[in-house]
Structures are given as structure tokens and as C-alpha cells.
């Protein structure tokens, strides 16, 4: 941890190990309450967080292609395309003086813009229990949404009891016919021919308007819907992801399901995401992995993302059961 006043690392100490003793803070190492360590801070976050806003305002001027409040470093980090020249006596410097920015609260570096990634075929050799017929419904087993002309592949990412007690699961919002539009999708499980439905989808957020010049498909914004199943079709284990047999760092193919824990229980929720926490997904294709996270908040330039993506999977902060 770090703070900006060495008058308040005691205080701050002392929050942290509050918030950790009270689970507001995960910690990934096995102690219930590690050393806790406070360092000075050149910066506060409120100084980078307007000193990243005025990077991002300034995109056309310094042609970055990624920006993140790097609370690990306690600067802005900026990633700018090879061959832009971003020493300290450089156009770019420059510009960063003009924004009234300290050149030394900043972390710049080479990385290249997001560029299209291809989906990989699933190989018909790959155990697929994540992907067959489950009599109950849990998160991490393969759905398909009734797209036009056809079915596609998704995910379930938990499953939900709605406080009317009906039951439903959330996906990915653009795993239906209409994007962050509510149009009754049917959903259905493989190996039955898609014939019932086991899911309609219910709720799909939208997302207001969308920026001038910039289709709503490339918003930031949720995306994510509800799908309310019929339970006279399939049961719903609420609570519960499907436990893969293995646990892979960052990439995997083992969808087989464990023979001796074959169930993750989800006991709570959290939004204390920093860098350093190891996040766990798991998906229909690729498994159970996990990955450190590297930034929180990152601002991109264009869209894809340059990086693996997964449809629908469930996000969680595993705790060893």
C-alpha cells in the first residue's frame, strides 16, 4: 500500500487490515491477514486520475493506445505505438508539458494497438463435459442462443434466483439476436437438438446513447443479460459453477468436470479487484484458468481488445475450495 503523508501510514495500515479481516479485501497468500506494508506515494490517486484524464482527452495529440492509472507504480502508465519517439526532449514530451503533467508521473512505453484476433476452433478430440447436456444448470457449462439462420456457442456465467424465486443465469449480452435490447432469445443446452428451449433471455441492458460517431457495439457498457429458464425443462443449481478437473494459468482445454469436487459454491461478492489478484474464470472452451491482474481501469483506443477473449464466462476470486 501506499500513501502520499507518512503521518497517515498507521491509519492507513489499519484500514487495509480492517478491510482484509472484514473479506473487503482478498488476499491471495494463505494468511487471513498478511503484512501489510506502507510505502510513500509521489502522487495521490486523485492527481492521476486527472492527469489520466487528460492524457485520454488528448489522444489525436500523443497517439496512445493504451492508458491506465497504474496504482502499482503510482503513475500513469501510456503505451504508444513503435516508432514514436517519446523521450524526455520529444513532440510527445511536450505536449505532456502543455497539459501541465510532471513528465516523472509518468510511465511510458512501446505496445502496439489492439488488432483483430481469430477465434480458435474448438478440436473434436477436447473432453467436452463442460459443453454436454447438464441436468442442472450451473455456471461454466456451454449454452447455445438461437441466432438467425443458425445456433451459437456461449457460456453461462452464474446462475440466479430472482426474488420472485424464479430462476435464471447470466451470459454474455451479445451471445442474442439483439444487442442491449431485450428480444426473448431461446436458449438452449447441446445434445438435445435445441428442441425446448431451456432459457428465454429476459433482461438486456441498454446502453443509453451511445457516443456520437461510435456504434453501440463498441460502447463500454454492460454487457451482459439474463435468461429466465423453465424449470420444467431443466433444474438450476443456484449458487454453484462447475469445477473443471484442472486449474490452468492463463490458458487451458481441460473442460472435464472433477470426479471428486465436481462444484464451485459462490459464497459472496467482492469489488476489491487490484493489481496483483489473481482472477479465475471459467468457460466452456477454455476451462478453468486464472491470470494476474496487471492494470484496473485501462482505457483503450480502439477496439478489438488485443488480447484472448471469452464469451459469457464466470469472473471469480477463487479461495482454495
Request: hydrophobic residues 35%; proline residues 4%.
Amino acid at each position: 500500500m501506499s500513501a502520499t503523508d507518512p503521518s497517515q501510514f498507521a491509519a492507513v495500515k489499519s484500514a487495509v487490515l480492517s478491510r482484509i479481516a472484514n473479506r473487503r479485501i482478498y488476499s491471495k497468500f494463505n494468511s487471513a491477514l498478511p503484512k501489510v506494508s506502507v510505502v510513500k506515494a509521489d502522487f495521490s490517486i486523485r492527481q492521476l486520475a486527472v492527469w489520466r484524464d487528460s492524457i485520454v482527452g488528448a489522444r489525436k495529440a500523443l497517439r496512445w493506445t493504451m492508458v491506465d492509472l497504474d496504482e502499482g507504480r503510482n503513475r500513469v502508465s501510456i503505451g504508444v505505438a513503435s516508432g514514436i519517439d517519446f523521450s524526455e526532449r520529444s513532440s510527445f514530451a511536450l505536449e505532456v508539458a502543455r497539459l501541465g503533467i510532471p513528465w516523472h508521473s509518468l510511465n511510458v512505453f512501446a505496445m502496439e494497438g489492439a488488432r483483430p484476433t481469430s477465434a480458435k476452433k474448438l478440436r473434436s478430440s477436447t473432453p467436452a463435459h463442460l459443453r454436454d447436456k447438464a441436468d442442472s444448470l450451473a455456471g461454466g457449462y456451454q449454452i447455445y442462443w438461437n441466432n438467425v439462420g443458425g445456433w451459437s456457442r456461449c457460456t453461462i456465467g452464474f446462475v440466479a434466483s430472482i426474488s420472485d424465486g424464479t430462476k435464471g443465469f447470466i451470459s454474455a449480452g451479445h451471445c442474442s439476436q439483439s444487442k442491449w435490447d431485450t428480444d426473448t432469445t431461446s436458449m438452449a443446452q447441446p445434445n438435445n437438438n435445441y428442441v425446448p428451449p431451456v432459457a428465454r433471455e429476459a433482461w438486456d441492458m441498454q446502453p443509453g446513447t451511445c457516443p456520437f460517431f461510435w456504434s453501440c457495439n463498441h460502447y463500454r457498457y454492460s454487457d451482459a443479460n439474463l435468461s429466465l429458464v423453465d424449470t420444467t425443462v431443466r433444474k438450476v443449481k443456484v449458487g454453484y459453477l462447475a469445477r473443471p478437473s484442472t486449474r490452468s494459468l492463463n490458458s487451458g482445454t481441460d473442460t472435464t468436470i472433477s470426479n471428486v469436487n465436481p462444484y464451485i459454491e459462490v459464497v459472496g461478492e467482492t469489488s476489491s479487484i487490484v493489481q496483483g489478484s489473481d482472477i479465475d474464470q471459467i468457460g466452456a472452451v477454455s476451462g478453468w484458468t486464472y491470470s494476474e491482474v496487471l492494470h484496473t481501469c485501462v482505457t483503450w483506443d480502439d477496439f478489438p481488445y488485443p488480447f484472448n477473449q471469452r464469451t459469457g464466462i464466470a469472473l471469480f476470486l477463487h479461495r482454495g475450495k
